[in-house]
């Protein structure tokens, strides 16, 4: 009988190395999921340090503001103590015929200036300093601090008067009864003052005492 003959496919030997299998589509969605996380894994990462960034800036931006308004808070303070230590000078009162040109109404008005201080005023808050010459016993009569401003003011005076004078008689009752009225007029009055001056003192605020419309 003849032998069979061998089949001529060869089996593989059990040293040789098995051919890689092809990737599945499972492994294909895992890679891509993992690419996800990452991706928004590092994209929160970068968020949170934008925002940690932005919210410090913001923080910091909205300190210094706070530092600055409380800075101007404060200077606002010191300049309104410096308004409340000017000088008052009281220019006694003013009666005007005002511009009326249907009835003819008077104006008599009170007027009183703040003026700025400069260096060479006394301290007013301190107490009178004593005048040489003796007042009896061997004492000094004090010396009233306003009288060195009252000299100073006196030289301004009738320029000042007649500037105020002026500006009220060219108003109407219907001008000044109002408060908006009375604030204009004001502002004129201290511009008036102001030019007198020539840059000398500064007019603060000018206040009305008696101011009776008839």
């Known amino acids: 009988m003849a032998k069979p003959t061998a089949s001529k496919e060869t089996k593989p030997q059990g040293g040789e190395e098995e051919k890689e299998k092809p990737a599945t589509p499972m492994d294909a969605n895992i890679k891509m999921i993992l ?12 968020f949170l340090g934008v925002n940690y960034i932005l919210i410090d800036n913001l923080l910091g931006s909205k300190l210094q503001q706070t530092t600055e308004t409380e800075e101007s808070e404060e200077a606002a303070d010191e300049e309104e103590e410096q308004v409340e230590k000017g000088i008052i000078v009281d220019l006694g009162d003013f009666v005007v015929n005002l511009a009326d040109a249907d009835q003819k109404k008077y104006l008599k008005a009170n007027v009183a200036l703040e003026l700025s201080r400069i260096p060479t ?25 306003m009288k060195q401003i009252e000299m100073e003011m006196a030289q301004y005076k009738p320029a000042i008067r007649d500037a105020i004078l002026t500006n009220l008689s060219s108003k109407t009752s219907s001008e000044v009864a109002t408060t908006a009225g009375k604030e204009l007029v004001k502002e004129q009055i201290a511009q008036d003052v102001n030019a007198i001056f020539a840059g000398t003192r500064e007019v603060i605020r000018v206040s009305f005492g008696q101011f009776i419309i008839q």
């Open 121 to 145: 005023d006394p301290d007013l808050s301190a107490p009178p300093a004593a005048e040489g010459g003796g007042h009896g016993h061997g004492e000094a009569a004090p010396v009233d601090p």
């Open 35 to 46: 690419i996800v996380v990452i991706s928004m894994i590092l994209g929160g990462v970068i």
